[in-house]
């Protein structure tokens, strides 16, 4: 492919036909690289998964199919039973976090009331605590509201995101003053006012949000094990960790067919609605 | 959201159903999975069996990850006004757990009696981590040796006799030899030996320092002896194996990979917990081999792995229930059981009398080099600050075997680390 591109490199004459050509070659190399090391340990996974554990570390074009691993993985844990409780999971918080940032959002951005600054400042804060540290304190407050192993419980602790809030706020203040002042003058309320104007100007940024949002609550592991202890509420990710057999050995066959059935949904998800995350992040600038 | 709600709701209201119809004494077992098979389901399957035979008795048995896991979550439901009665936790958590006064001796709960049947019934190697100050803060549940895994048939294509694996370090050097097989393009195809050095290099490397006559650490868990010679000695002697004399795979080697390198044939002797021992026995396509870890100056291994704990803050009768519980798992029925379930050295020598135990070591000998072993072992590695301790020691031999610095001058520097770490324990 390269040895291609550079005949036609100097078959082309201008200097500056040269250059962006040469340029393309570097971003497509580049790409195709980077975008290889990222899919090869899923290759990894789906090769193991779909073979017997003998040929974890052996590559053979030939061997055996089978989709036993996905059997036992699926039987050692009641996965059917996590998937309903994750999709719940990320569902509460992101329902709750749209609602509740959107509002405080719209509040920071466009209204005046005391105390405003010192409010937003807070809510900063929150972003630079890692939400590691704050386990123990969050435990006791659960406990003492009654809600230990709930799902409720390991949603509510996220329901008020600093992240989303600050976004939003930003998103909020680029939208143009006259948009809102029009819709005013036309007898718009204030609520009638976000949800008219605000909201759909925002949608790129919530649909960003919501992607961060929600692969990052599928994948969050140590909280929810730490305030829930039974099947009825336990998130995909425990039931995943069973397969963790550091004493013993990793069997990765069947590690990486959990990890597959547990992923599965979120890459199904982004590929189908790929175009429109990648757009979106785009406008929102999140990275 | 309307609908999350009520089935939050309802999970609290079952939850409130199935408190009101409770019994006489509930109990919070967490546990710790750190092995395959099914684990899990057998301490479940237990806890079950239990409650069928004691009617008055509730357990919730309650997965919680793995040994650090367990403890993040032990300790954080103990702040938050809600300890387990028991939690399986790793022994060398010993000083951290009564550092936090989370936990509680054994002893003010068992008679004389009990004390010395029961409590004393169990091997010293497994008992010492956790009998401190004349106390027992934990009984043996999972425990593990390091043992030495070998190729038998790999042993006879060179020529080795394999009912004779290596028994010193000389032998194992020059056996390793023997069996690194290269290919003509001089690759390697086999590895002599392999001692995993990723993850927890301590342990294994413990038993090479125990083996060359040291010990790392004193039994209050305020000193460390990373500088001595013979520590360092053997830091040297497992930098050697592949860097002198090329028997094994040079830098960090895997410890999760090595059952599956030692079964693919990749290398011809490995080291690794008995933990490995029934994943290796169903899948090696070869003729096994179980042996002791070679010796130096004396045979020696550390013990590994978790033992009960007993939390504070709960009434007197179901603490005592928990007791119960917990000399109804460690009694040879179920605890034969359990060991052949898993792979985890049984801790008493009453469960090896037990004709389930007798029939396994028939159908799998290597069993029993464990047994015999723990006349060899110490207790593992543990000092106060034990994680951040570890680290220290994991780091040194890291940088050892990557060739960062030299054995001595990385044990050297961990030493006055551990040192600044320790030296608020040692008034």
Redesign the interface.
């Known amino acids: 492919m390269t040895t291609t591109a550079i005949k036609q490199t100097q078959v082309s004459s201008g200097s500056s036909v040269r250059e962006i050509s040469f340029d393309r070659i570097l971003f497509v190399t580049g790409a195709w690289a980077l975008a290889l090391v990222w899919l090869l340990p899923l290759l990894y996974a789906v090769w193991t998964a779909i073979h017997p554990s003998a040929y974890e570390t052996r590559f053979d074009l030939f061997a055996p199919l089978t989709l036993e691993n996905f059997v036992e993985a699926w039987n050692a844990a009641p996965f059917a039973r996590y998937f309903v409780n994750t999709i719940l999971l990320v569902t509460m918080i992101l329902s709750a976090q749209l609602v509740l940032c959107t509002l405080a959002g719209f509040a920071f951005a466009r209204l005046e009331f005391p105390g405003k600054n010192l409010l937003f400042s807070l809510v900063l804060l929150q972003l630079m605590v890692m939400p590691d540290i704050l386990i123990v304190r969050n435990y006791a407050a659960m406990s003492s509201l009654g809600l230990v192993d709930t799902i409720l419980a390991i949603g509510l602790p996220y329901f008020a995101s600093g992240f989303a809030i600050f976004l939003l706020r930003q998103t909020f203040k680029t939208i143009p003053k006259e948009l809102d002042e029009a819709a005013r003058i036309e007898g718009c309320t204030l609520l009638g006012l976000l949800w008219r104007v605000y909201v759909p100007l925002a949608k790129p940024t919530m649909l960003a949000f919501g992607l961060v949002s929600v692969s990052h609550h599928w994948n969050n592991f140590i909280w929810p094990l730490i305030i829930t202890s039974s099947t009825e509420t336990r998130p995909l990710t425990v039931g995943l960790s069973i397969f963790a057999t550091t004493d013993s050995g990793i069997e990765w066959s069947i590690i990486n067919a959990a990890t597959l059935i547990t992923s599965g949904p979120l890459l199904i998800g982004f590929l189908l609605f790929q175009r429109q995350f990648v757009q979106s992040f785009m406008r929102a600038g999140i990275k | 959201?309307k609908q999350?709600?009520k089935?939050?709701s309802l999970?609290?209201a079952?939850?409130a159903l199935s408190m009101s119809t409770a019994l006489a004494v509930d109990l919070?077992l967490y546990f710790p999975?750190?092995?395959?098979?099914?684990a899990?389901n057998i301490i479940q399957e237990m806890t079950e069996q239990y409650m069928a035979e004691n009617a008055d008795v509730e357990i919730?048995a309650?997965?919680?990850?793995?040994y650090a896991?367990t403890t993040?979550?032990a300790?954080?439901?103990a702040?938050?006004?809600?300890p387990p009665h028991l939690a399986i936790l790793s022994a060398v958590d010993v000083f951290m757990l009564q550092d936090e006064g989370l936990v509680e001796a054994w002893d003010s709960y068992l008679t004389k009696d009990e004390l010395e049947t029961w409590v004393g019934g169990f091997y010293d190697a497994f008992r010492a981590n956790t009998y401190k100050v004349g106390k027992t803060w934990g009984i043996p549940f999972q425990r593990?040796t390091p043992v030495m895994y070998y190729n038998k048939d790999a042993f006879k294509a060179a020529g080795l006799d394999p009912e004779a694996p290596p028994s010193n370090w000389e032998e194992l050097i020059e056996a390793g030899k023997k069996l690194t097989v290269r290919d003509d393009s001089d690759n390697v195809t086999q590895w002599g030996v392999r001692i995993p050095s990723s993850?927890f290099p301590y342990w294994p490397f413990q038993a090479l320092a125990i083996a060359n006559g040291a010990e790392l650490m004193n039994e209050e868990g305020t000193e460390t002896y990373f500088d001595q010679p013979a520590v360092i000695e053997a830091l040297e002697f497992f930098v050697d194996l592949s860097k002198k004399h090329e028997i094994m795979a040079p830098g960090i080697v895997d410890?999760?990979?090595?059952?599956?390198?030692f079964?693919?044939g990749?290398t011809a002797m490995a080291i690794?917990?008995t933990?490995?021992l029934?994943?290796i026995r169903t899948?090696a396509t070869f003729d096994l081999g179980v042996a002791m870890l070679p010796k130096n100056k004396q045979y020696g291994v550390a013990t590994?792995?978790g033992d009960f704990f007993l939390f504070k803050g709960h009434d007197e009768e179901s603490t005592r229930a928990a007791i119960d519980f917990v000399k109804w798992a460690t009694a040879p029925e179920q605890a034969a059981t359990w060991s052949i379930a898993t792979?985890y050295v049984a801790p008493r020598p009453d469960i090896w009398e037990t004709e389930k135990m007798k029939e396994y070591v028939r159908e799998a000998p290597g069993a029993l080099v464990a047994r015999n072993q723990l006349e060899h072992a110490v207790a593992e590695f543990s000092t106060y600050e034990n994680a951040r301790v570890r680290q220290i020691l994991n780091d040194a031999i890291a940088a050892a075997i990557v060739g960062e610095k030299s054995a001595e001058q990385a044990l050297k520097d961990a030493q006055s680390e551990a040192d600044a770490v320790l030296k608020l324990y040692r008034q």
Do not use: F, K, Q
Not at chain 2, 79 to 82: E, I, Q
Not at chain 2, 255 to 261: C, D, F, H, L, Q
């Open positions: 959201m999350i709600l089935s939050s999970c609290g079952m939850l919070e999975v750190a092995v395959g098979g099914d899990a919730n309650i997965y919680t990850g793995s896991d993040t979550r300790i954080t439901a702040r938050g006004g809600n593990s993850g410890w999760g990979a090595t059952p599956r390198a079964l693919d990749e690794t917990t933990g490995n029934t994943n899948n590994g792995g792979g």
